[in-house]
């Protein structure tokens, strides 16, 4: 090798009569913020928000409040429903609640309706009964006040179908079960797991019929849901065992040692604060139980919240980032009970717009104040981030 040396060290060689300069590194810049995932929203507060609405449904038999009750849940699911296998479940409580739609016109329509009605639409063939069955016919006249009694009836109880499966979509059933008091753990896992059965059971009935659709195997009729039904229950069972096994894993069923006098007490205080609660609302729904159902009802809380504070101390367990009750939780809860309240005072002030008569036979009327109400529970889609936002890793 020369003195020169090789090209490359030549070149790079300083130049004589000028000042050797190091190129520098370039420094990274300033690092940037990262952004914050969007803290989820308590899955409390959607439970108390659908259970408002679904508490406002039994306030009223008008068909059109009842339905744009259902459209506002609708439209919170549809904008806030999370991607997950538990938020499946709305479909099949929309469908449960039109086989109750069909099942009680279905059921008035051969057994016929206590309602008297002027419109008939059809006379079935009636079949004689015998004496001990008075009061019970198969077959006769259909009318249409009859029809629309059971409709309006019916309308009612699928609303708070559909408000339940609202909340069984949006709120995620592990954190709940996180965020219930100590005293209630036990019980709390109990639910949690009917809860997560149904979701856990479509997803699994939707996978296999995938699956059959692939390998080009019928997945319709008897023989489709016989051929699917086995798989279904094997992984329901392995489920069950799997679950057993976390459970017996972490310890579940322990419990620390409380002094007798702390357990009697919370015994009494427990069950003290549930008959005043029960006596407390029967109060409430009666005329002449107006004046002590309302203290009744405080005290029976109090002293049932008491009594879950001290069942609380048996419970031996810790939670992992606890879910926080932030001013969104209020709000939407808030929301919920504005609506139910809106509700319970329209029922009281102007009974006939929110009961509307089928005899004579009427078009229900929408009554405008209590209809702005439940719009206001449309400010969980507002309030609460998207699914995809609060799903998204910070970058």
Not at 122 to 143: F, K, N, S
Request: overall charge positive.
């Amino acid at each position: 090798m020369g003195a020169g040396g090789t090209p490359q060290a030549r070149a790079s060689a300083p130049t004589p009569g000028h000042q050797h300069t190091a190129t520098a590194r370039p420094r990274s810049a300033a690092p940037t913020p990262r952004h914050q995932r969007p803290t989820p929203l308590h899955p409390g507060a959607w439970w108390l928000w659908a259970l408002s609405l679904g508490t406002a449904a039994t306030r009223t038999t008008n068909p059109l409040l009842l339905a744009l009750l259902i459209a506002v849940s609708a439209y919170v699911v549809i904008s806030r429903r999370p991607h997950a296998p538990w938020s499946r479940s709305y479909g099949a409580f929309v469908k449960l609640a039109l086989a109750v739609l069909v099942i009680r016109l279905l059921f008035t329509t051969v057994l016929g309706s206590p309602i008297p009605g002027t419109h008939t639409l059809v006379t079935l063939p009636e079949v004689p009964l015998p004496d001990w069955a008075q009061g019970i016919r198969l077959g006769g006249r259909v009318t249409a006040e009859g029809l629309a009694f059971a409709l309006y009836d019916a309308m009612k109880l699928a609303t708070l179908l559909i408000c339940v499966g609202a909340a069984n979509a949006l709120a995620n059933p592990s954190r709940l079960l996180k965020s219930l008091p100590g005293a209630l753990y036990e019980m709390g896992v109990a639910v949690v797991v009917a809860l997560t059965f149904a979701p856990n059971l479509i997803a699994d009935v939707q996978r296999l019929r995938a699956a059959r659709r692939l390998r080009g195997r019928p997945d319709n009729g008897v023989r489709g849901l016989l051929q699917v039904g086995l798989p279904v229950l094997e992984g329901a069972l392995e489920r069950s065992v799997a679950l057993a096994a976390a459970m017996d894993a972490r310890g579940y069923g322990r419990t620390a040692q409380v002094p007798t006098a702390v357990r009697r007490t919370t015994a009494a205080l427990t069950l003290g604060g549930l008959l005043g609660v029960c006596a407390g609302t029967y109060g409430l729904l009666t005329a002449a139980g107006g004046t002590y159902g309302i203290p009744v009802l405080v005290l029976g809380l109090a002293a049932a919240l008491a009594g879950l504070w001290l069942g609380g101390r048996r419970t031996v367990r810790t939670r992992y980032r606890p879910d926080r009750w932030d001013a969104r939780a209020w709000l939407v809860t808030g929301s919920g009970v504005a609506v139910a309240a809106a509700l319970f005072l329209a029922a009281a002030r102007d009974p006939a717009a929110l009961h509307p008569g089928v005899v004579p036979l009427v078009a229900p009327s929408l009554p405008l104040w209590p209809a702005a109400a439940i719009l206001v529970g449309l400010l969980p889609a507002f309030l609460t981030p998207a699914p995809e936002t609060a799903a998204k890793e910070p970058s």
